[in-house]
T-cell receptor, first 113, second 114 residues
Framework: KQEVTQIPAALSVPEGENLVLNCSFTDSAIYNLQWFRQDPGKGLTSLLLIQSSQREQTSGRLNASLDKSSGRSTLYIAASQPGDSATYLCAVEAQGGSEKLVFGKGMKLTVNP | NAGVTQTPKFQVLKTGQSMTLQCAQDMNHEYMSWYRQDPGMGLRLIHYSVGAGITDQGEVPNGYNVSRSTTEDFPLRLLSAAPSQTSVYFC?????????????FGPGTRLTVL
């Protein structure tokens, strides 16, 4: 059974720091890995999707990498801002026909001004 | 495009009542799914559908029914609400098209069962 882990569960940093968020998964048979952002009381917003054949994806200050063989992904946030404060979730789409996402429990990020 | 829409945003039920959570998407996505999000448990898949007329169970299907009569709509029915179904419910959709399968989520429905 695929399991996705995000450690730590929470992180508090001063504004301007470069951040690395970690995600690990147990089964490398995935179609893709997706990073989401969730603001309090809101839905999930897709940030980046990395296909299983790709190594990384970039969008603005965000860069996500994927090492499928070791079951790891990182989300890099450059020059963090208070507006980056949110919960970040990673999810893998497992191979096998159901196309379902398996989520980590998320990491709550607080960026202090 | 409105994307994925969900109604209602908030709902309070008494134990034993039934209700339907609505989900619709206007992106012509084949794949739709329902998740529930609980503190400390993350998001868990309830039911999913790979196209009109086709549904299947996810990780936590008990107490819920779904149907998919059109591509656009995927309602979730609670047959007899229980306090354990107090949760935030999210609907999601995506193209059913191989490895590039970005999923889009609705804003959620916050359900409280008393």
């Amino acid at each position: 059974k695929q399991e996705v882990t995000q450690i730590p569960a929470a992180l508090s940093v001063p504004e301007g720091e470069n951040l690395v968020l970690n995600c690990s998964f147990t089964d490398s048979a995935i179609y893709n890995l997706q990073w989401f952002r969730q603001d309090p009381g809101k839905g999930l917003t897709s940030l980046l999707l990395i296909q299983s054949s790709q190594r990384e994806q970039t969008s603005g200050r965000l860069n996500a990498s994927l090492d499928k063989s070791s079951g790891r992904s990182t989300l890099y946030i450059a020059a963090s801002q208070p507006g980056d404060s949110a919960t970040y979730l990673c999810a893998v789409e497992a191979q096998g026909g159901s196309e379902k996402l398996v989520f980590g429990k998320g990491m709550k990020l607080t960026v202090n001004p | 495009n409105a994307g994925v829409t969900q109604t209602p945003k908030f709902q309070v039920l008494k134990t034993g009542q039934s209700m339907t959570l609505q989900c619709a998407q206007d992106m012509n996505h084949e794949y739709m799914s329902w998740y529930r999000q609980d503190p400390g448990m993350g998001l868990r898949l309830i039911h999913y559908s790979v196209g009109a007329g086709i549904t299947d169970q996810g990780e936590v299907p008990n107490g819920y029914n779904v149907s998919r009569s059109t591509t656009e709509d995927f309602p979730l029915r609670l047959l007899s609400a229980a306090p354990s179904q107090t949760s935030v419910y999210f609907c999601a959709s995506s193209y059913f098209a191989g490895s590039y399968n970005e999923q889009f989520f609705g804003p959620g429905t916050r359900l409280t069962v008393l």
